[in-house]
């Protein structure tokens, strides 16, 4: 057990530029979330997985953000022609069921 | 909707005393509450988790209570340390998505 890893752990881009995040969660969890912080504000939930599916997405997350769970393993987060109120935190946590989420380090984005 | 709220946003007082962080919550249908610690610039470190037919957990010098009909739960440190300064979260398990409070900031002053 590695823990959840995150790739990269920073991202310095320019506005309109696409940008795509990696997650890889512990590998026997079978549930996948991403979620949004900004500084001084507690975390938002964004979308996540159950397996390769994807069960449920935030009204926060625009067109402009996709994501996937190839074969349910680990997943990417897309944001196509990034915006100034896309920078953030960007992190992943992993669990089984509705057992103990388990977070990895934060991707943080910074939109020039 | 599910809404979190913990009080106080900050809180400082000096080594060695126990404290009580609280965290309250709007729907009572949840799954469990999680408590985490995050420290400047990191991420989130999970410190307890309470399922919704339970009443407390402990590890360490830490104990978490739930009462979910009055939609609270309080993080208890005993014997405060400097370490243990970090913002402190809870996060309750509505509908298979965590919903966050905004923190509590706390100090322990050496």
């Known amino acids: 057990d590695t823990g959840v890893s995150q790739d990269p752990r920073h991202k310095i881009t320019k506005r309109g530029q696409n940008v795509t995040f990696r997650c890889d969660p512990i590998?026997?969890?079978?549930?996948l979330y991403w979620y949004r912080q900004t500084l001084g504000q507690g975390p938002e939930f964004l979308t996540y997985?159950?397996?390769?599916?994807?069960?449920?997405k935030s009204r926060l997350l625009s067109d402009r953000f996709s994501a996937e769970r190839p074969k349910g393993s680990f997943s990417t987060l897309e944001i196509q022609r990034t915006e100034q109120g896309d920078s953030a935190m960007y992190l992943c946590a992993s669990t089984q069921d509705l057992y103990e989420q388990y977070f990895g380090p934060g991707t943080r984005l910074t939109v020039t | 909707k599910q809404e979190v709220t913990q009080i106080p946003a900050a809180l400082s007082v000096p080594e060695g005393e126990n404290l009580v962080l609280n965290c309250s919550f709007t729907d009572s249908a949840i799954y469990n509450l999680q408590w985490f610690r995050q420290d400047p610039g990191k991420g989130l470190t999970s410190l307890l988790l309470i399922q919704s037919s339970q009443r407390e957990q402990t590890s360490g010098r830490l104990n978490a209570s739930l009462d979910k009909s009055s939609g609270r739960s309080t993080l208890y440190i005993a014997a405060s340390q400097p370490g243990d300064s970090a913002t402190y979260l809870c996060?309750?398990?509505?509908?298979?998505?965590?919903?966050w409070g905004a923190g509590t900031k706390l100090i322990i002053k050496p």
């Open positions: 996060a309750v398990n509505s509908n298979y998505q965590l919903i």
């Open positions: 997985f159950q397996n390769e599916a994807q069960l449920e």
């Open positions: 590998s026997e969890h079978n549930r």
